[in-house]
């Protein structure tokens, strides 16, 4: 069992590990939705990282699907961006680096984790 010093270990690693795969070829901040240098807390990928890591590390699968659900229940549902009735506006564009780049920060922590999920079940 994790306890809370490890926990916000393992938040910070894996932050700075997405931080340095995604930020730099991002095209939601291109788009100019996502984060602004003086205003970087508007990404909603880093806004609710701590979320996004806890919903994965919380999952023990080995069905990526299983992954995307758990951001999904645990982040999308806590965010002021996603409707009542489960749409968001910014989904499915490229104006939300955490769905934009969902793919790649489950590779992020399968490399973090060594753990390995099943790529055909891939899907943001
Ligand atoms: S929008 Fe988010 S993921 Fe994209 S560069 Fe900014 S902080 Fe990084
Ligand atoms: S997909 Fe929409 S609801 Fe989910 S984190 Fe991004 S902006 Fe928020």
Partial sequence: ??????M?????E??????SRI???CEVREAGEGC???????CKL???FPLVAQAILATDSHDIQDYVRAIRENVCSVCLEQALDGSC???GGTQCALDSYLPQ?????????GKKFQRGNLCA
């Fill in 1 to 6: 069992m994790r306890t809370g010093a490890s």
């Fill in 8 to 12: 916000r270990l393992q938040v910070d």
């Fill in 14 to 19: 894996l932050a700075a590990l997405v931080r």
């Fill in 23 to 25: 930020c730099r070829e």
């Fill in 36 to 42: 602004h240098p003086e205003a970087p807390d508007r």
């Fill in 46 to 48: 880093f806004e609710l």
């Fill in 89 to 91: 506006a910014l989904r």
């Fill in 105 to 113: 920060i489950v590779e992020v922590i399968e490399e973090a984790t």
